[in-house]
């Protein structure tokens, strides 16, 4: 089943004293770039939620929001920075000294300076945190692959329509390429007609060239090709891996054929169709930019 790049999820619950929100959401990437913000004494989950959800989730850019209400008082470690705390404190009775202020440095005003303190929890206490989280991150994950599996269908629906479309113009193409080069022999027949008179037509001479118009104008290959292109795009939409970045290079072998058959149409009607081909070509090349 083919996903959308784009996604959100959210799950909240109080587990083990604490109230845990998890917010997953994504837009298109070309890999997997991933970033969150969690609550600063609980830094260390950021590395455990990017390994977790890279296990779920192979392209995009991923967004992940934590946030932890403790509901009981935890154990914890608070140390400080002194080194730190020794350059704030220098720097303020510097200032007070150049410009003559009263000296009231206290234990209060160097602790507005938060960066100083580090709070630190039990590997025991880490790994209970992590357990709770992970629960409430499952959640809002499958929440949110199951918006990406929803946005996947939607755009499946929409490329394989596209590429019906193709194949009724290629088909056109296929049908219209032998009539030309029939209505390319009898114009070829009635100018020399025209311009020899009543001089006997030299037959050979006008199925060789029809027959050099013909190799010219002979775009079976393309069209075999095409067909085959598409066919695997179908392939493509019954994986169950990303297949996002290969249906991106498939997008440009349509583009290569689509362009020779242009370059080789002496005819007004099939040139109309290749212009028809290249624009659904676009469009999904458009929608494959969603895809994972």
């Known amino acids: 089943m083919i996903r959308s790049m784009t996604g959100f999820g959210r ?59 403790a509901l009981e ?7 400080v920075n002194h080194s730190l705390a020794a350059g704030y404190i220098a720097a303020l009775k510097e200032i007070g000294e150049r410009y003559n202020l009263a000296d009231d440095i206290s234990i209060s005003s160097v602790a507005k300076y938060h960066d100083i303190f580090s709070v630190h929890k039990s590997e025991a206490d880490e790994e ?63 100018r020399m007609r025209t311009v020899l008179e009543d001089v006997q037509v030299d037959q050979q001479r006008i199925l060789t060239e029809a027959a050099i118009f013909a190799d010219k104008i002979a775009v079976a290959e393309e069209t075999v090709r095409l067909r085959s292109h598409i066919s695997q795009m179908h392939e493509f939409m019954e994986s169950e891996a990303a297949i996002g970045r290969k249906m991106d290079f498939l997008i440009q072998e349509f583009n290569r054929e689509a362009n020779t058959i242009g370059s080789k149409a002496q ?26």
């Open 11 to 69: 799950a909240q619950e109080i587990l083990d004293g604490m109230s845990i929100s998890v917010e997953i959401k994504s837009v298109n990437h070309r890999y997997f770039d991933f970033s969150s913000r969690v609550p600063r004494t609980y830094g260390f989950l950021e590395e455990k939620l990017k390994t977790y959800i890279q296990t779920k989730v192979a392209r995009g850019k991923i967004e992940c929001y934590v946030s932890i209400e």
């Open 73 to 79: 008082i935890e154990d914890c470690i608070v140390s």
């Open 128 to 190: 209970r945190i992590w357990s709770a989280v992970k629960a409430v991150a499952d959640k809002a994950l499958d929440s949110f692959v199951s918006m990406r599996e929803k946005e996947g269908e939607k755009l499946k629906d929409d490329i394989l329509s596209r590429c019906d479309t193709i194949l009724s113009l290629v088909s056109f193409i296929e049908e219209r390429s032998p009539e030309t080069v029939k209505e390319y022999n009898a114009k070829l027949l009635e």
């Open 267 to 292: 005819d007004t009607e099939i040139a109309k169709r290749v212009i028809d081909i290249k624009a659904e070509i676009e469009k999904i090349r458009e929608q494959v930019q969603n895809i994972e």
